[in-house]
């Protein structure tokens, strides 16, 4: 039988009970309302006539006529109320009697000995009342104390049926749970093996074939998912064991998990010596490995040596999350827990082998192109020379042409020789204490004659008391030259450019170019200092090779210096940089 149906039965048992508790306490109380009536209806009432007679006779003297009155009055309503055996024959008696006494009122001897009468069937009249008065009050009692009995009886079933249930019935609805819930446990903690019987033929017995299918199939899911969690990992294993980078695993409390060869090779460890230690341990015993868990936002390409080869790495931190616990209500939390991390070096020894390549290349080049170049310069000079003979107009546009395109490419060639020797570390600088007006002269005189080609104004601000700075004098001549140059270029006619020199700091010289031009989109000024880079929608007139201002940031850093770029879209650029007080 169901739970359902086992509540309906008792709950429906309870109600039948109360209701027919109820109804016997409506019987019981009406039968005592109408005992209760009948008493007051039947002989109450007789009593009260009996009673007023009485009051009459008993007075001294003989009676007038409003007593007379009273008397007949009264025992004409005791007629009409006579309900007990007996009453009639006395109050026809005290009737008859009533009449003979009403007549012989002057004969006093008569008129006493018919009083007498008269009272004795009052009184008797009161005595029959009062008997059945006393009769129907224990009638009453009677089905009083039955129905006390009766009602003390269902109230007593009902509590025992009540305390049955109480006692009972929790216990059958709760041991089933428990055990439902002792099993789930037991899923959680993944004895999948864990089944459930009950005997009852409820709805527990449904519920315990639905645990046993969802726990068997539990059972055959886990089984295939440690097979396919088993050829995942030894899939990962192969892929990390096999690849050129060196790759170092980690748990969430910081201890060696893994390390593929190519990570122990660099470590110069074994392998077994490694995994399993924190990377506190490993870092106090290996200097490669401090270097890996400590210098994780300034950490520059690694030159290590493996297999009698020069090799490259640059190091990746990946960090390993799982997802936000659950709670009771299944619901998860936003907040991830750091189950572990790993870090990665990648091996970019081919890239610096491709990059050495190119920069010898270029350099080569360069190098190569730079004595033609000057010849050819060196032929149109003499092409020049009126005493080899007298050159006509259009030949001399054409050596005009093609002196500018030999200085085009001489300062091409320049530009690429000198990022050949940033690159390959052999940039020589000359260092010495200089005073920045010195800088500024050289320079402006250098550009006057391109700035005077556009009628471009240089407003220079450089005071004599500013102190000496400490540079190489031709390499932060160029760079300024690169500054203006450029801004000559995307200046326009007739304007103004300024050139300020001032003090940034009590140890460092600020050096800046502002022009006046259409100014620099935000979102390019980061990339300005790239190589190769120009600035997309400017004006494809300006010739250049986007080397410039990359150089100009090497040869400024090199110098310990910085060098920055401001700029707004309609109001210019300002382009500057910062080099050290000279200390001699």
């Known amino acids: 039988m169901s739970i359902k149906n086992n509540l309906r039965a008792g709950i429906g048992f309870l109600f039948l009970v109360s209701l027919l508790s109820s109804a016997l306490a409506a019987y019981y109380i009406y039968r005592l309302s109408d005992d209760a009536k009948a008493i007051l209806r ?14 009459v006779l008993d007075l001294p003297g003989i009676p007038n006529n409003n007593q007379l009155a009273t008397i007949e009055t009264n025992i004409k309503n005791e007629e009409n109320t006579i309900t007990e055996p007996g009453e009639k024959a006395l109050a026809d008696t005290l009737y008859s009697d009533f009449k003979r006494f009403s007549r012989s009122l002057n004969q006093p001897g008569l008129a006493a000995e018919l009083c007498r009468k008269m009272k004795k069937s009052s009184y008797g009249i009161m005595q029959v009342n009062m008997q059945a008065i006393e009769y129907k009050n224990k009638k009453a009692n009677n089905t009083a104390n039955a129905a006390i009995f009766i009602f003390v009886f269902i109230t007593s ?24 819930t002792a099993g789930i446990k037991e899923i959680a903690n993944k004895n999948y093996d864990k089944r459930l019987s009950f005997t009852s033929k409820n709805e527990f017995s449904g519920l315990s074939e639905a645990f046993n299918q969802m726990a068997a199939k539990l059972f055959i899911y886990e089984n295939s998912n440690q097979a396919k969690i088993k050829h995942e990992k030894l899939r990962v294993e192969t892929i990390v064991k096999n690849v050129t980078d060196a790759i170092i695993g980690f748990d969430e409390n910081g201890i060696v998990i893994f390390a593929n060869p190519v990570a122990v090779k660099l470590l110069d460890v074994e392998e077994k010596d490694i995994i399993g230690c924190s990377a506190q341990q490993a870092a106090a015993e290996n200097t490669l490995f401090f270097k890996l868990i400590n210098e994780f936002e300034h950490f520059d390409d690694l030159k290590l040596y493996m297999d009698g080869k020069e090799s490259y790495f640059t190091k990746e931190l990946f960090e390993i999350y799982a997802p936000g616990e659950e709670d009771s209500w299944g619901k998860s939390d936003d907040v991830s827990k750091r189950i572990g991390y790993f870090i990665f070096l990648k ?111 240089l407003n220079i601000k450089c005071p004599k008391s500013l102190p000496e700075v400490w540079a190489d004098l031709d390499k932060t001549t160029w760079v300024l030259i690169n500054f203006l140059s450029n801004a000559i270029k995307y200046s326009p006619i007739e304007s103004v450019i300024d050139i300020t020199v001032k003090k940034f700091s009590s140890s460092r010289i600020e050096f800046s170019v502002k022009d006046y031009g259409k100014g620099i989109d935000e979102i390019y000024l980061p990339r300005v200092f790239e190589r190769y880079f120009k600035v997309p929608g400017s004006d494809f007139a300006v010739s250049g090779t986007g080397l410039g201002l990359a150089i100009a940031k090497d040869f400024i850093e090199a110098q310990g210096g910085e060098i920055g770029v401001e700029s707004i879209i309609g109001e210019g650029s300002r382009f500057f940089f910062l080099l050290p007080v000279s200390l001699i």
């Open 157 to 180: 079933l009902c509590f025992f049926i009540v305390l049955l249930f109480l006692v009972i019935f929790p216990g059958y609805i709760t041991k089933p749970i428990i055990e439902l």
């Open 42 to 55: 039947d002989n109450y009432s007789s009593l009260v006539f009996t009673k007023n007679i009485n009051q």
């Open 347 to 457: 091996n970019i020894t081919r890239f610096y082998k491709l990059d050495e390549a190119k920069t010898n290349f270029i350099a080569t080049v360069s190098h190569e192109l730079k004595t033609p170049i000057s010849s050819l310069k060196m032929s149109l000079k003499l092409m020049e020379d009126k005493r080899y003979g007298t050159i006509t107009n259009f030949q001399k546009e054409l050596i005009n042409n093609i002196n500018d395109d030999s200085d085009r490419l001489l300062k091409i060639t320049g530009e690429l020789l000198d990022m050949g020797q940033v690159e390959t570390g052999q940039l020589l600088l000359n260092f010495g204490s200089t005073h920045p007006q010195n800088i500024i002269k050289y320079t402006c005189e250098t550009i006057r004659f391109i700035a005077e080609q556009k009628e471009i104004t």
